[in-house]
T-cell receptor, first 113, second 108 residues
Framework: DSGVTQTPKHLITATGQRVTLRCSPR?????VYWYQQSLDQGLQFLIQYYNGEERAKGNILERFSAQQFPDLHSELNLSSLELGDSALYFC????????????FGSGTRLTVV | EDQVTQSPEALRLQEGESSSLNCSYTVSGLRGLFWYRQDPGKGPEFLFT?????EEKEKERLKATLTKKESFLHITAPKPEDSATYLC?????????WGAGTKLIIKP
C-alpha cells in the first residue's frame, strides 16, 4: 500500500456520461497530481493541486475538471465521455516541492463503451 | 524546452543477461532525477532519486548512475520478475518531466 488511495478501481460507463474519480493523498502530502495513461502509452500529466489551489495544468481537456478539498482529497471529473477517454487514471501525491518524487496510487481503470 | 528521452523503447534479455537502460535529459535547473518501475495495470513504484553527477544508488539487482546529461539504470543478472516498464523523470522547476519508458522483458 503506497498510502495514496484511489476509488473506484474500475469504472465502466457509456459515451456521453459523466464520472468522478477520487483520490486521497498520502498523509502529510499537500500536492496532488492527476495523470492519464492510455493503453501502452506514457504518463500524460493532467493537472496539479497544492493545498487546495490549482498549481499547474497539463494536457487536460475542457471536458475534464478537478478540485482539491480542504481535507486534501481530490476529485477528477470527466464529462461528455468519449471512447478515447478509456484509460488508466493515476493520482500521485508529494510533499513540499518534488525533491522526493511522487507516490502513486493504484489507479482507476475507466472503460467507456 | 525541457525534455527526457529513454532508450531503448523495449529490451528483451535472457535471464542472467546484464544490460543498461538509458535516460538522457535536457532541463534547466535539475533538482533530481527519478527512476520508477511500473507493472502492467499498476501505478509507478519509486526506485531511486539521484541529485548530482557521479551519484550512484543500488537496490538488489539494480544500480542507477547519473552524469550531467544522462542516467543509466544497470540491471545485473536479471530475473523474470524484473520484467516491467522502467520510467525516468526529472524534477525541473518543481515539475516532473517524464520519459516514455523502457519496457524490459526477461525471458527464463
Amino acid at each position: 500500500d503506497s498510502g495514496v488511495t484511489q476509488t473506484p478501481k474500475h469504472l465502466i460507463t457509456a459515451t456521453g456520461q459523466r464520472v468522478t474519480l477520487r483520490c486521497s493523498p498520502r498523509s502529510g502530502d499537500l500536492s496532488v497530481y492527476w495523470y492519464q495513461q492510455s493503453l501502452d502509452q506514457g504518463l500524460q500529466f493532467l493537472i496539479q493541486y497544492y493545498n487546495g489551489e490549482e498549481r499547474a495544468k497539463g494536457n487536460i481537456l475542457e471536458r475534464f475538471s478537478a478540485q482539491q478539498f480542504p481535507d486534501l482529497h481530490s476529485e477528477l471529473n470527466l464529462s461528455s465521455l468519449e471512447l478515447g477517454d478509456s484509460a488508466l487514471y493515476f493520482c500521485a501525491s508529494s510533499g513540499e516541492g518534488t525533491d522526493y518524487g511522487y507516490t502513486f496510487g493504484s489507479g482507476t481503470r475507466l472503460t467507456v463503451v | 524546452e525541457d525534455q527526457v528521452t529513454q532508450s531503448p523503447e523495449a529490451l528483451r534479455l535472457q535471464e542472467g543477461e546484464s544490460s543498461s537502460l538509458n535516460c538522457s535529459y535536457t532541463v534547466s535547473g535539475l533538482r533530481g532525477l527519478f527512476w520508477y518501475r511500473q507493472d502492467p495495470g499498476k501505478g509507478p513504484e519509486f526506485l531511486f532519486t539521484l541529485y548530482s553527477a557521479g551519484e550512484e544508488k543500488e537496490k538488489e539487482r539494480l544500480k542507477a548512475t547519473l552524469t550531467k546529461k544522462e542516467s543509466f539504470l544497470h540491471i545485473t543478472a536479471p530475473k523474470p520478475e524484473d520484467s516491467a516498464t522502467y520510467l525516468c523523470a526529472v524534477n525541473s522547476n518543481y515539475q516532473l518531466i517524464w520519459g516514455a519508458g523502457t519496457k524490459l522483458i526477461i525471458k527464463p
